[in-house]
């Protein structure tokens, strides 16, 4: 694996992430972050909870290899016979005893079943993995989002140190030009222009910091963290190498990793399974019984016995719905055609996924091509000014031109800031192209 290098400026590797009247906060790094999305975020949960529920439908469904069990007990009071002839002429009643009494069992046991029962178990057991496929997307898409708002957080917390910066670099030209026009050799009028540039300073730092307000707050809602909590990011993360992997390694990780296309590929074998499940309507449910029977008195008798008399039995029984003959095809055919339909979306979902990752892999690469060129930007700037500086001091040029390239130093250390920020952004946005921000198997 190779590496491409960047080193940051030591102002910003020490810049200390501290707003005026914060008192508490706390240094987090994207891992703990994500750590902390698993167990607070709510969106998160919901996806969770789909997963549980998806394995309490395959213990259900598993029930159907268990033996069914029947009981059944009644007591009644009974009264006494009458019988008639047909035309219900000549009644007689008799006798009959009051109490009767009924206990009833049975068991059976599916034996062949044409594979009804094993398929749709394994359907399920697709479905729970397409759950948790769909938990992977959205934990990725958690992941991502927090990325996004964290290095915003960042990128703001480090565009606060440069226009500090600035900003006490900008009051030090005015009290240099406050002593220059005591000596009288400098203006009222270039003072005045410098006070707008620190005005207009002093209005960018104030949207900062409002900035940094809101991606904290966006932070703090998704973890469920208390209100009050202060995020500040880890400086370190900007310091090192980061990793250029080959197109291709992150090509093949995606066609292991993406969501996507696992989901896809789950959703085929799902289908045939339903498929194979309707197919097993073709055949009769096969299932062993046995039973015992105990009631009392005994009703057919006349007169009525009062006696309890026990049957059990054992035996086959054969189940067949003459109606799956006809209905059975319907269902198989259009499980068929979504089976096709399943297969290209698995094709379409693959194109989409090699683009993707071939995109956010050339954008990863077109960053490190501009932070090569905004620090040399940044570079020329500040000499760039630094002569300027030099020739208003010897009053070779107006201040004007000492106000316009201060503006295009400003200008050049914020694109260095953000060149810097959309390195890492690019990277975790191939990752997550790629499916690997958080894969299922991590």
Not at 14 to 29: D, E, N, Y
Not at 240 to 251: A, I, L, R, Y
Request: glycine content about 4%.
């Amino acid at each position: 694996m190779k590496y491409i290098t960047f080193i940051f400026t030591s102002f910003l590797l020490s810049a200390p992430f501290a707003l005026p009247g914060q008192t508490t906060g706390r240094v987090m790094s994207l891992d703990e972050l994500f750590a902390l999305a698993d167990t607070q975020s709510k969106s998160i949960k919901i996806f969770e909870s789909a997963v549980t529920g998806a394995e309490k439908d395959i213990s259900v469904a598993k029930n159907a290899y268990l033996p069914t069990v029947d009981f059944s007990a009644s007591a009644t009071y009974n009264g006494n016979a009458w019988v008639s002839d047909r035309d219900f002429s000549n009644g007689q009643t008799f006798a009959s005893p009051h109490f009767g009494n009924s206990f009833s069992i049975e068991a059976s046991q599916v034996i062949f079943a044409g594979g009804s029962i094993h398929h749709q178990v394994k359907a399920l057991e697709a479905q729970q993995k397409i759950a948790e496929w769909d938990l992977a997307a959205h934990r990725q898409e958690v992941y991502f989002l927090l990325t996004g708002y964290y290095l915003d957080l960042y990128k703001y917390h480090n565009l606060l140190t440069v226009y500090d910066r600035n900003i006490e670099q900008t009051l030090q030209v005015i009290r240099d030009m406050r002593a220059r026009e005591a000596a009288g050799v400098a203006l009222d009028n270039d003072i005045t222009r410098y006070e707008v540039q620190y005005q207009n300073l002093q209005y960018k730092r104030t949207e900062l910091v409002s900035s940094i307000e809101i991606y904290n707050d966006k932070l703090v809602t998704m973890l469920d963290l208390p209100s009050q909590t202060e995020i500040y990011p880890d400086t370190t993360l900007l310091h090192g190498s980061m990793p250029q992997t080959d197109e291709n390694d992150f090509q093949e990780q995606a066609f292991q990793c993406a969501p996507l296309l696992n989901k896809n590929r789950l959703t085929i074998d799902w289908l045939t399974r339903k498929r194979k499940v309707a197919q097993a309507g073709y055949m009769p449910q096969i299932s062993l019984i046995a039973g015992d029977n105990l009631n009392g008195p005994i009703t057919y008798e006349i007169p009525v016995l009062d006696n309890n008399i026990n049957v059990w039995y054992v035996g086959v029984g054969l189940k067949f719905s003459l109606g799956n003959l006809y209905k059975t095809p319907k269902e198989v055919s259009r499980l068929r055609v979504s089976i096709g339909q399943a297969r290209y979306q698995l094709s379409s979902a693959e194109e989409q996924v090699t683009l993707g990752v071939r995109e956010a892999y050339t954008r990863y690469l077109d960053s490190f091509e501009l932070l090569k060129t905004q620090e040399k930007s940044r570079q020329l700037a500040t000499q760039n000014y630094e002569v300027i500086a030099n020739r208003y001091a010897n009053d070779l040029v107006l201040v004007t031109d000492l106000v316009d390239a201060d503006n295009l130093r400003l200008s050049a250390e914020v694109q260095y800031v953000n060149a810097q920020i959309n390195i890492i952004y690019n990277y975790y946005r191939l990752l997550y192209a790629a499916g690997a921000i958080h894969p299922i198997n991590k």
